[in-house]
């Protein structure tokens, strides 16, 4: 249990499917501990992962943080608490910022120096007014406009060009939530994007280093980064989840939505052809007589195939047209609810041309009996407490993230080094 | 039928690995397995016949068969009459049955032809088949006459777009473009004999190819790199000569090659920019023959076009010589790719140079690239949940309504 001198951190996630909190505590070796979670339906307040009725959504959070407090056993005040949100959907995206200085020491050496204000210049990046900047992430470093590195300090040089990788978000979405966690009596949540939560609690440091895709399969939204050598080289959101499966297929073999959720949770596609049967018996009634449909377990299949391989060639295509796919040299890492679809590791596989695995988050304890469903549902929840604590970490005012609330944004960033230091933890 | 000893698949679950299973699918398929029998360099292959209908599988001598029926509950073996989604059905209801017979093979060459039932509707399950028991799997499929009914070849065109993605390989094979080397007067029995041979050979070329491992080596891999490269126009040329022919059975074995319909002529040859060229011969094959064969066929190919060699011995081929080639013609690279289209496409036209004087394509080619139908926005769609939030659009599509009929894919709703 935790003393009162420790960290605790309080992560929310507003989902297509479900409105989470988890309140968490990480050790200095990166390994954290759960000491309460809660979790209820969306119902409709977050829409393809962003939030569209706040009043909604506020009553749902409201209830969620009662229950995960409860959990705790003991009463803080919230406004001492450091929250950290997901954040997800397609009103996120990303670009790349440039920033050059200029080397005037007598030996040439590159210093950290150099590297935080090459950052910094390249932060400076003109964005449109309904925008927000959220994250900002080292990709790589140019030495004399020609010779590229992950890590120039030290190397010999007279201009030294940062190019990072930008996520802002839409103002008036941030806001919203903002204005949630005021009612309940937050001071400032810090966001973050749900695919580099997941990147932070799945991928090894292997992955992280060899050109690696995190794809989160969520209900409503699927995004991804794209990690190389320890830096964020594409990251974005395609408006598809698992959501749409289920509603395609409530369509196409008419069928209740709820029902082909049902299906697609339960695995219930594997679990016939294991018994080897060839159709699934529904029954239906008509005119007060019960008759049984037999839908091919075939149909079901195909439908499923066709949004899946859809939604990975669009991935495909994402990465294509940034000129990014000769650096998914490793492999794809799966996270979220779509991931537990039995044939979605093979389809991607099938698409992408390299090997893929589900991601589970590594080296969490504590309550993990309140996580109802497989663990990889859970990856990006739990991977934006290991994320928030290596920002609490690197932060120049150690805990006090909390203080920047003034200029939240601005100082967020400038408490936020680059993602290669971050990562390891 | 079904009372083939050989139909029950304990037998065929022994089959070593190593062994490629050629699947006869529909009709036509079926046809090109009979003809298959009487080819002695395919005595290695296990034949697999699928059709709906039992008269038409009651003469067949393949090694197991698969009477699948198109109603639930019936068990009529009547046939699908061209129906799709029966046919489809009709396979969808034997996939238990249909994996226990593909199980423990390491190769798997479907042949059939499009436009019908049984095969249009069944080559997909046969694919996800593949894809789950882990069987590289090679798709020969025909495309009907150009003077067959719009909707037989609306059913093809509609089938291979969707299997392309899904299988490993597939190649297409105008029926226009075999029956174009034959003269008119060809009586019709014949020529449809002579098309079930010259798929036969086909089948059994590819094959081959595959299972040259122990000389020069090709394999699945080989195969699969050079069809995944780029997106390509291919065509296959198999050749056979014995040692009764003549005193230089390679050179006459190549000769035929190049004669072979679906290679597309020598012609389509010299503007290959790959080709896998294999050479099977009995005990018998001499060195001299095997380099000799080889190079005669690399100067057919212009100069820097990647060569992929296989020499095979085997003892059916004693006394005789094969030789198969598949070439590639890749699109150029300044064309994007789309996803979906990664080998073949139903060729529309058979290959004739064309009148304004640019390249011929070759047999296999995605010509039908250019005659794409422009489709009038007049489809209603169903979002279901998504109806009334507000519609997300993902580079200029309405991803909320489903693939399938953005596709316009008929999916069975069952009975």
Redo the contacts between chains.
């Keep these: 249990m935790a003393s009162s001198g420790q960290t605790i951190i309080t992560g929310i996630e507003f989902g297509t499917d479900k409105i989470c909190v988890i309140h968490a505590m990480p050790d200095q070796n990166g390994n954290i501990e759960v000491l309460s979670f809660a979790s209820l339906p969306s119902k409709n307040s977050v829409v393809k992962g962003t939030v569209i009725d706040q009043n909604a959504a506020l009553g749902i959070l409201k209830s969620v943080l009662e229950e995960s407090e409860k959990g705790l056993g003991w009463k803080f005040s919230r406004a001492d608490q450091q929250v950290y949100f997901l954040i997800n959907g397609m009103h996120v995206s990303s670009r790349f910022g440039e920033g050059t200085v200029l080397n005037c020491n007598a030996d040439r050496k590159i210093t950290e120096a150099h590297v935080r204000k090459a950052v910094d210049n390249a932060k400076n990046l003109a964005i449109s007014t309904d925008m927000e900047n959220i994250q900002v992430y080292d990709s790589s470093f140019l030495i004399d406009g020609t010779k590229r590195t992950f890590n120039p300090i030290g190397m010999i040089g007279e201009k030294l060009t940062a190019i990072i990788h930008i996520i802002f978000a839409e103002k008036k979405r941030i806001d919203m939530v903002q204005a949630i966690l005021r009612e309940l009596g937050f001071e400032y949540g810090y966001p973050i994007f749900t695919p580099l939560a997941d990147a932070y609690g799945v991928l090894t440091q292997d992955e992280r280093s060899q050109g690696t895709l995190l794809f989160d399969c969520g209900a409503g939204v699927c995004s991804y980064v794209l990690l190389y050598k320890e830096g964020v080289l594409l990251s974005g959101a395609i408006p598809v989840g698992t959501n749409n499966i289920a509603n395609d297929l409530s369509i196409a073999l008419e069928l209740p939505y709820e029902f082909c959720q049902k299906f697609l949770r339960e695995s219930t596609l594997k679990r016939l052809r294991d018994e080897g049967k060839n159709y699934l018996e529904y029954k239906v009634s008509s005119g007060g007589v019960d008759k049984i449909r037999r839908i091919p377990l075939d149909s079901f299949e195909r439908v499923m195939d066709l949004r899946q391989r859809e939604t990975f060639s669009l991935l495909r295509q994402e990465l294509e047209r940034a000129k990014m796919l000769r650096y998914l040299r490793n492999s794809i890492v799966m996270t979220g609810g779509g991931s537990l679809i039995d044939s979605a590791p093979a389809i991607m596989m099938n698409v992408m041309g390299v090997p893929v695995r589900c991601g589970e988050t590594m080296n969490v304890t504590g309550a993990l009996s309140s996580f109802r469903n497989p663990m990889p549902c859970y990856a990006a929840i739990l991977g934006l407490v290991k994320h928030a604590a290596a920002l609490e970490e690197d932060s120049p005012s150690g805990g006090g993230l909390r203080r920047t609330v003034v200029h939240a944004t601005d100082q967020f960033l400038d408490g936020l080094k680059s993602l290669g230091k971050a990562f390891k933890l | 039928m079904m009372d083939n000893p050989a139909s029950t698949s304990p037998g065929l679950a022994r089959v070593p690995v190593g062994k490629a299973l050629a699947v006869g699918l529909g009709g036509c398929g079926v046809r090109i397995l009979e003809s298959l029998r009487n080819n002695p360099r395919a005595k290695w292959l296990v034949t697999l016949a699928v059709d709906t209908d039992g008269g038409f599988l009651a003469g067949t001598h393949a090694d197991a068969v698969i009477n699948a029926s198109a109603d639930?509950n019936s068990k009529s073996s009547a046939g699908c009459g061209g129906d799709v989604i029966r046919g489809?059905?009709a396979i969808?209801?034997?996939?238990?049955n249909l994996k226990e017979h593909i199980r423990g093979f390491s190769l798997m060459i479907v042949a059939g032809g499009l436009g019908g039932g049984t095969a249009t509707g069944g080559v997909?399950?046969l694919a996800?088949i593949a894809?789950e028991e882990g069987i590289p799997a090679i798709f020969l499929l025909t495309t009907p006459f150009s003077f067959e009914a719009h909707s037989r070849r609306k059913n093809a065109d509609d089938c291979l777009q969707?299997i392309i993605?899904?299988a490993d390989v597939v190649l297409t094979m105008p029926n226009d473009l075999l029956f174009s080397t034959l003269p008119p007067d060809t009586p019709a029995e014949a020529a449809f004999a002579a098309s079930a041979r010259e798929m036969a050979n086909t089948v059994a070329g590819i094959a081959a190819i595959l299972r040259c491992r122990d000389l020069l080596g090709t394999n699945f891999a080989t195969f699969m790199r050079a069809f995944h490269k780029r997106k390509a126009s291919c065509g296959v040329g198999v050749g056979f000569a014995e040692s009764s022919d003549g005193l230089d059975r390679c050179a006459l074995a190549l000769t035929r090659m190049l004669d072979s319909p679906f290679l597309g002529g020598k012609e389509a040859m010299k503007r290959a920019d790959a080709a896998i060229v294999t050479l099977t011969g009995g005990p018998d094959l001499e060195l001299g023959e095997l380099k000799r064969s080889l190079e005669l066929a690399a100067g057919v190919m212009p100069k820097g076009a990647e060569i992929l060699s296989g020499a095979n011995i085997c003892d059916e081929a004693a006394d005789s010589v094969q030789m198969t080639a598949v070439i590639f013609q890749y699109a150029p690279e300044s064309r994007p790719e789309p996803?979906?289209a990664r080998t073949s496409r139903p060729a529309a036209e058979p290959a004739v140079p064309s009148s304004s004087g640019e390249e011929p394509p070759l047999p296999f080619s995605a010509a039908s690239d250019n005659a794409e139908e422009v489709e009038l926005g007049l489809q209603s769609y169903?979002?279901?949940?998504?109806e009334k939030?507000p519609s997300?659009r993902?580079?200029e599509e309405d991803?909320?309504i489903?693939?399938?009929?953005r596709?316009n894919?008929h999916?069975?709703?069952?009975?």
């Design positions: 639930w489809e059905r969808s209801h034997e996939r238990a997909r399950t996800s894809r969707e993605p899904v996803l979906a169903d979002k279901g949940i998504f939030l997300v993902f580079r991803l909320d489903p693939t399938y009929q596709k894919i999916i069975d709703k069952g009975s």
